[in-house]
């Protein structure tokens, strides 16, 4: 399994602002896909935005964009206009056919 | 179905019981994923099957954990002689053809508590 550090536990955040969380993983592998998922109070784990290593444009899925930086395998994810439906656990992950998790960041959105 | 089902939402069950878990997956998927999230050791996979077999079984923590998929549909996780550190979140997720490439669909996981 390849290696994929959250380093932020947790993240607070005004209503309508935006914020930032930081992925990094370790490959040797030159086409790899990464992705975020969020999970609410729920349990569910939903897609939230999926990225392609040969791509080098930053992927975007409406209020949630990515700041892709392949030489650094740095992967973050910025939610813009903050929305209360957005608390919840965010994970990074590295899809090599099984998905590698990073540790997950909690993100509250104040109102 | 619409999305991926799990069956039983919640578990309680004694140390030393057996337990099933059920996977449905999204009709047509012909990958499916097993994984546990504990407050421990977060999300690990356990182990991933395309149609009927398990390429990979990798993740299962020791043998008194199995699975099984049945008619490229349906799977089970059967825990025997259940320990408390079993206890934790099991997800199953599916995906179209199950490479690198496809994103993965998660069920919302049965809650396994051992007392």
């Known amino acids: 399994a390849q290696t994929v550090t959250q380093s932020q536990p947790e993240m607070s955040v005004q209503e309508a602002e935006t914020v930032t969380l930081s992925c990094t993983y370790d490959?040797?592998?030159?086409?790899?896909?990464l992705f975020w998922y969020k999970q609410p109070p729920s349990r569910q784990m939903i897609l939230v935005i999926r990225q392609e290593a040969y791509k080098q444009q930053n992927a975007t899925e409406n209020r949630f964009s990515v700041n892709f930086q392949k030489a650094a395998k740095s992967f973050s994810l910025k939610i813009s206009d903050s929305q209360l439906g957005d608390t919840a656990m965010y994970f990074c992950?590295?899809?090599?056919?099984?998905?590698?998790f990073g540790a997950g960041t909690t993100v509250t959105v104040r109102a | 179905g619409a999305g991926v089902s799990q069956s039983p939402s919640n578990k309680v069950t004694e140390k030393g019981k057996d337990v099933e878990l059920r996977c449905d997956p999204i009709s047509g998927h012909t990958a499916l994923y097993w994984y546990r999230q504990s407050l421990g050791q977060g999300l690990e996979f356990l182990i991933y099957?395309?149609?009927?077999?398990?390429?990979?079984k990798s993740g299962l923590p020791s043998d008194r954990f199995s699975a099984e998929r049945t008619g490229g549909s349906v799977s089970t996780l059967t825990i025997q002689r259940t320990q408390q550190e079993d206890s934790a979140v099991y997800l199953c997720?599916?995906?179209?053809?199950?490479?690198?490439?496809?994103?993965?669909?998660f069920g919302p996981g049965t809650r396994l508590t051992v007392l």
């Open positions: 099957f395309q149609g009927n077999s398990a390429p990979d």
């Open positions: 997720a599916s995906s179209l053809g199950g490479g690198p490439t496809d994103t993965q669909y």
């Open positions: 992950a590295y899809n090599d056919y099984k998905l590698s």
């Open positions: 490959t040797s592998e030159n086409n790899y896909y």
